[in-house]
């Protein structure tokens, strides 16, 4: 437990008490708030360092505009917790990220005060713009706000909301929060942009304040506003990019001086008439030594001492899926100097960092922009090269036009690497990587695989380097692998060809991919009920092995297949095939067992699959289920 004093925030029920509160009260406030998101993390573990970031800058949101009348949009929601801890849910934090517990994000079943979900980044300004449109529709909807990151704000959506607000002109606030961080140190145009803005503008002098503002900020301020318009713009009408799009702009404002972010806020609170954008310099990690100074700013950390910064970290009984990809991709591209790898802002959560230390002119790292990835990565392989597109399953989502436009439909051969596939753990249902296996099976041309283990990944690697005729995607899971012994180089696979990884004579269990560990350990159950099962890894969604369904549909007396993935994936094509090559008309159960027709809320992974009905008792009780159907003598659940 916390126990520091916090007088102020044990005064706050809600945010209601903090209009009460003298500039230097809550300035205090957002120590005692700080040290409580501190205390909270390094028991439950989370995204320390954003939160830490915008401490005072939430404070100060709150005590000038009245949520949950007035609609505030955290962008990603990573850095709510100090949001959360104001807006009634401080006694529950322990909770945070676990089953039944506090959400990490944003989530509007949670609270009044979460006007709107996230997970995903770049979505709160067209939100914000919707909330806004509402309100001067006539719905009983205050003044929105969105707070967006200097990493998010790189992504195309941010651009088309700005676009979009700046023409329709309507009252809208977006707090810009550079702290000039993404995960990893953020790439790009923009973000080189924002930091002229920043660097070359003293903090605490307002640079380009509309008319409408000057009249209510102190002169000094003003003053700044004139050269800084001239040293930072570039644009014919000399005003930021900002200003382009059609935004009053303000700022650089110090994020973490109170009384300059209340000064602010007030002002445009009290004379904005159409969108503004405050642009807030803060430091990510900021008031924690050991966040302040790590190099990730302690983006997302486990358990940690208070006092030393240390972090907790369980005892690795294998290499993640992760890090087999990055040695594999490594030695690939060592072998191939054709091999590029994308990164969508992930660098090391993909594993592509080792690849980017030993080749870096061949490592791109687009910042948040999954729609420029793929179809950059399409234009990579139109061009010669062999790119793999390493993109987490749940953010690739972001780019399916893309995969199907640009990739699929011209078969260009861009490699796919889909790190945290199926259930995450404590990011929850945002981040689940489910739907990847629906939404590629189904098209034409592409190859999709899924390693049963971590050997299997780096044979898979080894496979989408040797494959130039079209599109190939891998999807793996987060975290350790089986801890099988790796190949020392990977083996190029026959497309489409499934293998028998024990033989039985009775049940068929089909795996695809990690789901192979369960269908092993529920297959020595059925087998200590004397049923003999076979386990066959599919390896390929698609094209799948449709030989080795066959032998194993005329061999066993029932068909079980299992993913970690939704309806409409590999089950289902496999369904489709045995129905139309009448397979099915012959009477031997089929049971297809996929993720539920339900989002998986935050628990760790195993919960999560038990949740689902996917571990390995619910795959045996299946299996049981189909074969009392087919010989009416196991009366099993299922
Ligand atoms: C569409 C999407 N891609 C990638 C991510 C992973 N991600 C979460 S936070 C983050 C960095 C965001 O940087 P910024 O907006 O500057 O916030 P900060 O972490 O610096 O507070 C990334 C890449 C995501 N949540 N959503
Ligand atoms: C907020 C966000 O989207 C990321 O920080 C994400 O939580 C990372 O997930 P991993 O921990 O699986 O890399
Ligand atoms: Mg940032």
């Known amino acids: 437990m916390n126990t520091a004093a916090t007088p102020l925030l044990d005064r706050v029920a809600g945010p209601a008490d903090l209009k009460a509160m003298s500039n230097s009260e809550l300035a205090a406030l957002a120590q005692e708030l700080r040290q409580e998101v501190v205390s909270i993390v390094s028991q439950t573990g989370g995204h320390l360092g954003s939160s830490l ?17 007035d609609k505030l949009i955290w962008d990603v929601g990573h850095q709510c917790y100090p949001h959360k801890v104001l807006t009634g849910r401080r006694a529950r934090m322990h909770t945070l990220r676990q089953e039944g517990g506090v959400s990490g994000f944003c989530k509007r079943a949670e609270s009044d005060y979460d006007p ?9 300004i067209s939100a914000a713009l919707g909330f806004a449109t509402a309100r001067d529709l006539g719905q009983p909807t205050g003044d929105a706000i969105a707070v967006i990151g200097d990493g998010s704000i ?28 993404s995960i990893a140190p953020p790439v790009g145009a923009m973000s080189r942009y924002l930091s002229r803005l920043y660097s070359e503008t003293p903090l605490g002098r307002l640079k380009d304040i509309a008319e409408d503002f ?50 602010v806020l007030r002002a445009a609170r009290a004379r904005a008439s159409g969108p503004v954008l405050i642009h807030c310099c803060t430091v990510k990690g900021k008031g924690y030594r050991p966040a302040e ?17 240390t972090q907790q970290k369980a005892k690795a009984n294998a290499p993640s899926y992760t890090s087999v990809f990055g040695a594999a991709l490594c030695e690939e591209a060592a072998r191939d100097p054709r091999v590029v790898a994308i990164t969508a802002a992930m660098p090391a959560g993909t594993g592509v960092d080792l690849m980017q230390k030993r080749f870096p002119a061949r490592v791109f790292d687009v910042g948040i922009a999954e729609q420029h990835a793929v179809t950059f990565a399409a234009g990579l392989a ?97 975290g350790e692998g089986m801890g099988v012994d790796l190949p020392e180089r990977g083996q190029v696979l026959e497309i489409g060809k499934g293998r028998v990884v024990r033989e039985g004579s009775t049940l068929a269990l089909l795996s695809l991919g990690d789901a192979l560990a369960s269908s092993l350990v529920a297959a020595e159950a059925l087998e200590a ?10 390896r390929f969604a698609r094209p799948f092995d449709t030989n080795l369904v066959a032998r ?42 996929t993720l539920p027709d339900r989002f998986i809320h935050q628990a760790s992974p195993a919960r999560m699959y038990v949740d689902a009905g996917m571990s390995a008792d619910d795959i045996a009780a299946t299996a049981l289920n189909a074969l009392g159907v087919a010989s009416g003598k196991f009366g099993a659940r299922g």
């Open 293 to 309: 100074t790590a190099a990730d700013k302690y983006h997302g950390v486990g358990k940690f001492d208070v006092v030393s910064g």
């Open 154 to 181: 790189s992504a195309g959506m941010a651009y088309e909301a700005m676009n979009n607000a700046g023409h329709a002109g309507r009252r809208l606030f977006v707090i810009l929060n550079d702290n000039e961080m």
């Open 53 to 69: 970031g915008v401490i005072e800058l939430t404070v100060a949101l709150h005590a000038v505009f009245t949520a949950p009348f």
């Open 116 to 124: 709107f979900g996230a997970g995903h980044s770049s979505t709160s």
């Open 382 to 478: 139109a061009g010669g090269t062999k790119p793999f597109c390493a993109i987490y399953s749940t953010f690739l989502q972001r780019g399916y036009d893309q995969i199907v436009h640009d990739v699929a439909l011209q078969k260009l051969p861009v490699r796919f690497a889909i790190d945290r596939a199926g259930l995450v753990g404590a990011d929850g249902a945002t981040h689940a990587g489910t739907f990847d296996l629906s939404y590629l099976c189904n098209l034409p041309d592409f190859v999709v695989m899924a390693p049963g283990d971590e050997a299997e990944l780096k044979h898979m690697v080894a496979t989408a380097a040797g494959y130039d005729e079209g599109p190939i995607a891998f999807r793996y899971p987060r």
């Open 214 to 263: 000057e009249s209510v900020l102190p002169g000094p301020i003003r003053e700044g506003a004139r050269r800084a318009r001239q040293l930072v713009t570039g644009f014919p009408g000399g005003g930021t990019l900002f200003e382009e799009l059609g935004f009053d702009y303000i700022g650089p404002v110090n994020g973490h001086d109170m009384n300059q972010l209340l000064q």
């Open 552 to 593: 194993l549909m005329s061999n066993h007396a029932a068909l079980v297949t299992v993913e970690h993935g939704s309806e409409g994936g590999f089950g289902a094509k496999v369904l489709h095939w045995l129905a139309r090559s009448g397979w099915l008309d012959r009477g031997i159960p089929v049971r297809t067992m």
């Open 529 to 538: 009920r004397g049923i003999s099962v076979t386990v066959a890894d599919a």
